[in-house]
């Protein structure tokens, strides 16, 4: 497979352009952050989990929107499953976890933000406005006019991963005034989004046949290979390319499948990781309190 695609070009494999403003966005962060944090107000450098968490977000978002991953995700539904669980169920909270609290601070205290926020992040609307568009955006009619639509794919792409951010803040937030859930009902706002989650996936792990023209249809494929593949590239290779099935070992119909699959254990797993961080936390602060002495004691005698 992988020799197969290079057929594509240097560009369409490795978006050098897109690197190039994640490498701006990684040197932003480390003056506002760092050397020049005083000048906006900060006064504390990043903690080094910060910095760990933020840098693993920029190296992950390459690697799912700019690596050949990309690339494949446009060819085989498995990859594009893949691609979103790790976009939305990992990059959003290490960016949540990698910015300074100042910083936060700063950013949620301006009207319109405030304003926005105390909406978007009230944990019911989080819960149900993000997993509820992500299921939508899986209908066959959704998914295929945004898949082939250059403008509409980056602005859902964009907006479903701030409305993951607002789903995981009441539950990850740095900010203690924001964290209003305990930690009982942190879990059951999870185990909620996972069930809400297993819809789309369901739609395509029991569909006997492939439910999207942008992966089984040569036409909308090819239309929907435009947006990562440089158009000069595409059209001197069009007439050679045959379908998905050139660079996929599998059926439209398996390779459906199979994402669905993959969707429902990495959400899982990735949820799976955060329920024990809850829970763990919760226990170690339970146990580490200490009951008060009692008045009496129960054989005492006054």
């Known amino acids: ?22 490498i701006a966005v990684s040197i932003l962060y480390y003056l506002v952050t760092g050397p020049y944090r005083h000048k906006f107000g900060g006064d504390e450098k990043p903690t080094r989990n910060q910095q760990l968490f933020f840098y693993s977000g920029i190296i992950l978002t390459y690697i799912v929107k700019g690596s050949p991953i990309d690339l494949m995700s446009h060819i085989m539904m498995s990859y594009h499953m893949a691609q979103t ?6 990059i959003s909270i290490f960016f949540i976890r990698g910015l300074p609290i100042w910083m936060w601070e700063k950013f949620v205290n301006i009207k319109i933000v405030k304003k926005i926020m105390k909406v978007t992040t009230h944990p019911l609307i989080a819960l149900v406005l993000f997993n509820s568009l992500f299921s939508m955006y899986h209908l066959p009619v959704i998914f295929d006019y945004t898949k082939t639509h250059l403008i509409v794919h980056s602005t859902v792409t964009i907006v479903l991963f701030i409305l993951s ?10 900010l203690k005034e924001h964290a209003t859930l305990n930690p009982l009902l942190k879990m059951a706002y999870l185990i909620g989004s996972i069930l809400i989650i297993s819809i789309a996936c369901a ?43 050139m660079f996929s070992p599998l059926s439209a119909a398996e390779d459906q499948q199979l994402g669905g699959i993959l969707m429902m254990f990495m959400q899982q797993i990735f949820y ?29 005698k006054e």
């Open 85 to 90: 669980a790790i976009l939305y169920f990992v």
């Open 165 to 174: 951010m607002n789903m995981w803040w009441p539950i990850l937030s740095p």
């Open 272 to 300: 799976g990781f955060v329920l024990a961080y809850i829970f763990f936390g919760w226990f170690t602060k339970k146990s580490l309190e200490i009951d008060p002495m009692p008045d009496t004691l129960p054989n005492s």
């Open 203 to 245: 739609l395509m792990i029991f569909s006997s046949k492939s439910l999207y023209t942008s992966y089984n249809s040569d036409g909308a494929w090819l239309q929907a290979m435009s947006l990562c593949v440089p158009p000069d590239v595409l059209n001197g290779i069009s007439d050679s390319l045959s379908g998905a099935e």
């Open 1 to 22: 497979m992988w020799l197969e695609i290079q057929i594509f070009g240097f560009r369409a494999l490795w978006s050098p352009y897109f690197l190039t403003f994640l």
